[in-house]
C-alpha cells in the first residue's frame, strides 16, 4: 500500500514515519511543505520512503495524491482546531483511505457527517482522531467497563513529560481553549467551564502526584453518549513543573476576562520559553483513565487504567493508533466503509505490543467504591 504521510516530517509525522518504514508492506511517501526536510527524513528512513513537497491548501489537493497513486493519506499536519476538511475531501477524490491525528473537538466530532458521504461513494474508509484521544481512550474504557451494566463517572488526565520534543502546532492547539468557554457533562447536564482552569491534584501509580486542568478534545463529547454516562465527563492535563502549570492557569484566567488576545497567537515563543523549564522536570510521562459505575453483578464499583512512559518516549502514544490502523489497511484488513471518530476501532490489546516495543508500563486499580473526580 502507498501510504502518504501529511507532516511527514513533523513531531508525531516523523514518528510515524519511522513506525512504517520497516513494513513490507506499505510503501512510504514523507510529505509536506518543506521538501528539504520530507527529503532527508525519507532518505534516514531507506529505500522503501520518498520525500516529495505537498502543501495542503493547494487547489489540485486530489489530483496530486491520484497522480502519485496514494492509497492512504495519514494527516498529521495541525493544529486541527481551525482546519476545514479540504485533506480529507482530498483523499475522498482521489479514493484513497484517510486517517488523522485531530484532538480538535468539532474536528472530530463533526467529521463523519461532513465527509461520510463522500467516503462512502469513493468505498473508502476515513477515521478522525486516530490518537490518544479518542482511540485510546475509548479502549481503555472498553476494556475497564465491559460487562458493566452502568457508567456513572469517567475522568481521563494526560501528563505529558518535560523533555519530551513539544511540536508549536501541539502546542497552539492546547493553548486555543486556554480561558475560553468549554462545554462539560457534569451532574448529568451540560455546563461550561474555563479551558486550562480548575485546578485538580491528579494522583498517579508510576508518578509524583500533578496538578492538572480542563482541557477541551473531542472525549468531552463523544462519551457521555457513546457510554450513557449518568454524571461527568472530564478531560483534564498535567504538565510536570507546576509553575508552568501555574503560568497556564494564570493565561487562562486574563484570557477569560478579554485583558489579553488568545494564547495561541505565542504558541512558537512560549514552546521556546518551556524548554527554560526542563532542567526541573524528567522524561518520564503517562496517562490515567478512571471510571466508575455498576459492574455486571449491580454492586458500585471503580477502576483506574495508568501508563507511564519513562525516557521522552511518551509523544509514540498519539502515534500508535494511525500506525495500528495503516497496518491493519495495508494488510488488507477489513475497516468499515465511510467516514468515523477513532472512538472503538481499536481494542486496549491491540495497543499493548506497541506500549511493550517501548518499554511503557501499565496498571490497573480496581476498587468498590466511586473515586472518579
Not at 83 to 102: E, F, K
Not at 245 to 264: C, D, G, K, T, V
Amino acid at each position: 500500500m502507498k501510504v502518504l504521510v501529511l507532516g511527514g516530517y513533523g513531531n508525531f509525522g516523523a514518528r510515524i514515519c519511522r513506525a512504517l518504514s520497516s513494513d513490507v508492506d506499505i510503501e512510504l511517501l514523507v510529505a509536506g511543505r518543506d521538501v528539504s526536510r520530507a527529503l532527508a527524513l525519507a532518505q534516514e528512513l531507506g529505500p522503501r520512503a520518498t520525500g516529495l513537497a505537498l502543501d495542503q491548501s493547494r487547489s489540485d489537493l486530489a489530483e496530486r495524491l491520484a497522480s502519485l497513486g496514494v492509497e492512504l493519506v495519514v494527516h498529521t499536519a495541525g493544529p486541527f482546531q481551525a482546519q476545514s476538511y479540504t485533506v480529507a475531501a482530498a483523499a475522498a477524490a482521489a479514493r484513497a483511505h484517510y486517517l488523522d491525528l485531530a484532538d480538535g473537538r468539532r474536528f472530530v466530532c463533526d467529521f463523519p457527517m461532513a465527509v461520510d458521504a463522500a467516503f462512502r461513494r469513493a468505498g473508502r474508509t476515513a477515521i478522525s482522531g486516530a490518537s490518544t484521544v479518542p482511540a485510546l481512550s475509548s479502549a481503555v474504557i472498553d476494556a475497564l467497563c465491559a460487562g458493566w451494566q452502568r457508567i456513572d463517572r469517567i475522568a481521563i488526565c494526560i501528563a505529558p513529560a518535560q523533555t519530551a520534543p513539544r511540536g508549536d502546532a501541539t502546542l497552539a492547539g492546547v493553548l486555543s481553549y486556554c480561558g475560553e468557554g468549554v462545554s462539560v457533562w457534569l451532574d448529568g447536564r451540560w455546563q461550561v467551564r474555563r479551558g486550562w482552569g480548575g485546578l485538580h491534584e491528579e494522583h498517579f501509580v508510576r508518578m509524583r502526584s500533578r496538578r492538572s486542568a480542563l482541557c477541551d478534545i473531542p472525549d468531552l463529547e463523544l462519551f457521555p453518549s457513546r457510554y450513557a454516562v449518568r454524571d461527568r465527563v472530564v478531560f483534564r492535563a498535567a504538565v510536570e513543573v507546576g509553575l508552568s502549570q501555574r503560568i497556564l492557569a494564570l493565561l487562562a484566567a486574563m484570557r477569560a476576562i478579554r485583558i489579553i488576545p488568545p494564547p495561541s497567537r505565542w504558541a512558537r515563543a512560549l514552546n521556546r520559553v518551556g524548554w527554560l523549564f526542563d532542567p526541573f522536570g524528567s522524561g518520564l510521562g503517562g496517562m490515567v483513565v478512571r471510571v466508575s459505575g455498576c459492574d455486571g453483578q449491580g454492586s458500585d464499583t471503580s477502576a483506574a487504567w495508568h501508563i507511564a512512559a519513562d525516557n521522552d518516549h511518551g509523544p509514540e502514544i498519539p502515534c500508535m493508533a494511525a500506525v495500528l490502523l495503516t497496518r491493519r489497511l495495508a494488510r488488507g484488513s477489513p475497516l468499515p466503509v465511510g467516514a468515523f471518530t477513532a472512538a472503538g476501532q481499536l481494542t486496549l490489546a491491540d495497543f499493548e505490543p506497541e506500549f511493550a516495543r517501548w518499554h511503557m508500563q501499565a496498571d490497573i486499580e480496581e476498587t468498590s467504591s466511586h473515586a472518579v473526580a
